[in-house]
Structures are given as structure tokens and as C-alpha cells.
């Protein structure tokens, strides 16, 4: 496949690459697993905090099928030069009313005014993966 006549190159990013893409960024997708096996992913403000995604919830489908279950996260970004995304997969916790000090560290964080909640949810990485596409 090729654009302009010009051949994409995918290419791995590192681990601290895929972390600094992360913290530069605030807006992300939360994709979870509904009752019927089915996914469904959702759009979220979200900040990050080491290596781990915070961001708020209302009660409902995200809030329930996020806490304590395998979630994945996704944040991409495009320039004319290039195009990365970096994927997060992990276990939702909530920290709503967690006494522990990161949580109560998290809870204090500042996010967006996209999709904001009364419940804290932080995700707990196993895996983050990401990958950039340029044009040689």
C-alpha cells in the first residue's frame, strides 16, 4: 500500500515512548466487555499517573463492566509526519472511596470537562503497546 507513492513503516514504540504519549494527550477510548461477550468502548477523559489511567465515571454500563474487569485503553495521535497509538490492557479498579494515598493522590487529578462522573476508576496496566506508521 502506498500514499503519494511513498511506502508506510510501522515500527514499535518503547515502553517510555508509549508513557510520554500518554501524558501529553487527555482524551482517550476505554473498550470493555459487555454481559454478552460483546465489546463496547467508550471516550474518556483521563490523566495519567506513572503508569497508570485515571479518569471518572458516572454509574452505569462503563462504570460496571470497567471496575474489576480486563479493560483496554486507547489513545492515538497524527501528525503530517507520522501516526502513533499506544494500547493499554489492564484491570479497571475503582478508587472512589479507596483510603490508600494513590488514591486519594488520583482522586485529585485534574481532567477534562468532556465526560466527567462521580466515580473514580484507575486502570492497573499488564500491557502497554504501541506503534508508530510514517511514510519512508
Not at 501529553?24 to 463496547?40: I, K, S, Y
Request: aromatic share 4%; with cysteine; hydrophobic share 40%.
Amino acid at each position: 500500500m502506498t500514499t503519494n507513492g511513498a511506502i508506510p513503516v510501522s515500527q514499535e514504540l518503547t515502553h517510555d515512548e508509549c508513557l510520554e504519549l500518554l501524558a501529553r494527550n487527555d482524551v482517550g477510548r476505554l473498550a470493555v466487555t459487555l454481559e454478552d461477550g460483546q465489546p463496547d468502548v467508550f471516550p474518556v477523559n483521563y490523566r495519567l499517573d506513572g503508569d497508570r489511567i485515571v479518569f471518572r465515571s458516572l454509574s452505569g454500563t462503563k462504570l460496571s463492566h470497567a471496575a474489576l474487569n480486563k479493560v483496554a485503553f486507547e489513545v492515538d495521535e497524527r501528525s503530517e509526519a507520522a501516526a502513533m497509538s499506544v494500547v493499554v490492557k489492564g484491570v479497571g479498579r475503582e478508587i472512589t472511596d479507596a483510603l490508600d494515598p494513590a488514591s486519594e493522590r488520583q482522586r485529585h487529578l485534574e481532567l477534562g470537562t468532556l465526560l466527567r462522573g462521580d466515580h473514580w476508576v484507575r486502570i492497573v496496566p499488564a500491557a502497554i503497546t504501541g506503534r508508530r506508521v510514517a511514510v519512508a
